[in-house]
Structure formats: structure tokens, C-alpha cells
């Protein structure tokens, strides 16, 4: 089974308008992590905001939001106020407390986000 | 700079040969990770390195590929007798630490091509 599930390929928005980017995970522990990265068409991994499973708010950092309801098992990403600069691919990933799998990130395959003028 | 430095950006080599790809994690991070990003498979974990621990080598798609990493610092991925299919960007990460809530920081990468 998909650790992470992102649904959306590929994604459109004007500039300055609000997105979301859809997230679902699948684990059965009760501590972990989930974070969310970007990539231009550059290559670099941009490391972009994060959640603990424990946390009761939703985590903020500057234009991005995440919108983690634990219930659903969904982190989504909220990006306010686009930018032609966020044009990239986001990945949603998920790190768990096991001891056999604690070091590794598992990603979705990706969203293609394109913000147009 | 102060980020995770990989070496070389570029590699591109012939079928059969061996390659070494390098990485020199954040100063200060005792966890270094191996990922590989494919079309056909998306990132894929490969290896990571705890301190003195023994490594996780469960994400090495077979026994060409090999990874060590000298004084809890720089870290070395070799594969050898290389095939087609292992063509993809290589990343490496560091974190401070393994908690769950520690971000990998990525570096920019090795794309690897396979003639």
C-alpha cells in the first residue's frame, strides 16, 4: 500500500490566488512526521514546512499552511497569495518513529503546480 | 556554503563501468540519507547512516550498489558494473538528528546517465 498518496498530477493557479495541495497518508504508528518539499525545474529538494502528529495546531510558515486533520490522515499544503515563483513539483512525505524504517522519508509521486499570470 | 554539497552534478559513463557519487552533509548533522528520483519510480530511499550505527541498507535495489561513510562525515555511493536502469538523479540528505520531526535537508543532486 501507498505511504503517501498524492492525488493531483498536475495543478493550476493565477497569480496571487489561494491553492491546495492534496495529501493522504497511510501509517499505523502514532508518532511521526509529515513534511512537505519543493522542487524547480532546477532539481534542488527545497524543504518547505512540517508537522508532528502530536502537534494540535496546524503548522505555518510564512505563505505555506498545512492543513493536517489526523482523523482523515491528510496533510494538505495551502499556499496563499501564489507567486510565478512557486511554479514547481511539491512532494508531500512522511517520516515514521518504527525503529525498522526511522531514517527514511517515504514520498507521493508529486504535484506539478504551474501559477500563471 | 552551508548546505549538503554532492558530487559530481553530472555523471554520465558507459554500461558495465563503476561509479562513485559523493556527499558532504550540513556540519553538525549525524544522520545522512541516500534517495534516488526515477521517472518510472519517484524517489525511492536507498541507504541512511546514524552516527556510529550500523546503516539501514534495506532500500539498496541490489548488491551492485554499495555506500560508506568515512568519520561520521562525507559519504560515498558506488555502483558497480552500472546498468541502464540506473540512470536517475541521486540525492543525498542530513539531518541533525533521526527524530521524526527532524526535515532532511536535500542537496542539489547527481544526475546519473547510462550510455
Redesign the interface.
Known amino acids: 500500500a501507498q505511504k503517501i498518496t498524492q492525488t493531483q498530477p498536475g495543478m493550476f493557479v493565477q497569480e496571487k490566488e489561494a491553492v491546495t495541495l492534496d495529501c493522504t497518508y497511510d501509517t499505523s504508528d502514532q508518532s511521526y512526521g509529515l513534511f512537505w518539499y519543493k522542487q524547480p525545474s532546477s532539481g534542488e529538494m527545497i524543504f518547505l514546512i512540517y508537522q508532528g502528529s502530536y502537534d494540535e495546531q496546524n503548522a505555518t510558515e510564512g505563505r505555506y499552511s498545512l492543513n493536517f486533520q489526523k482523523a482523515r490522515k491528510s496533510a494538505n499544503l495551502v499556499i496563499s497569495a501564489s507567486q510565478l515563483g512557486d511554479s514547481a513539483m511539491y512532494f508531500c512525505a512522511m517520516r515514521e518513529r518504527r525503529g525498522s524504517t526511522l531514517g527514511r522519508l517515504y514520498f507521493g509521486r508529486g504535484t506539478q503546480l504551474t501559477v500563471w499570470p | 556554503g552551508a548546505g549538503v554539497s554532492q558530487s559530481p552534478s553530472n555523471k554520465v559513463t558507459e554500461k558495465g563501468k563503476d561509479v562513485e557519487l559523493r556527499c558532504d552533509p550540513i556540519s553538525g548533522h549525524t ?1 545522512l ?1 541516500w ?1 534516488r528520483q526515477s521517472l518510472g519510480q ?2 525511492e ?1 536507498l541507504i ?1 547512516f ?1 552516527g556510529n550505527s550500523a546503516p ?1 541498507k ?2 539498496l535495489p541490489s548488491d551492485r550498489f554499495s555506500a560508506e561513510r568515512t568519520g561520521g562525515s562525507v559519504s560515498t555511493l558506488t555502483i558497480q558494473r552500472t546498468q541502464q536502469e540506473d540512470s536517475a ?1 541521486y ?1 543525498c ?1 542530513s539531518s541533525p538528528s ?12 547527481t ?1 546519473l546517465s547510462i550510455l
Open positions: 544522520a540519507y534517495y519517484g524517489l530511499f541512511y546514524q539501514d534495506s532500500g538523479v540525492l540528505a533521526t527524530g521524526p520531526l527532524q526535515p532532511q535537508h536535500f542537496g542539489d543532486g544526475r
